[in-house]
């Protein structure tokens, strides 16, 4: 049966010959493009695009409310009663 230990001081030399390698480079540099690039994208994030949906909720049930009361308020012909 092989020993576990063999299995993490390969993964272990793995890790250390890949950090030390170019493909470390590289993902740093993919990732600083990527962030770039989403930056210049003007994303806003998950949390700001639900608290902004539920302002727009409230917004539009407020102007259907409004809308209610300005028909209530014609067809009475402007009389408050």
Known sequence: ???PQVF???STRLSA?????P???IEKNARALLSTFFTRL???SREEFDIQ??????TRE????LEERVSRLESTGG???
């Open 79 to 81: 009389n408050l009663g």
């Open 17 to 21: 010959l890949i950090a030390a390698s």
């Open 53 to 58: 949906a539920q302002v727009l909720l409230r």
């Open 62 to 65: 407020k102007l259907k409310a």
């Open 23 to 25: 493909v470390a480079d």
């Open 42 to 44: 003007d994303l806003v």
């Open 1 to 3: 049966m092989l020993d």
């Open 8 to 10: 993490e001081d390969f």
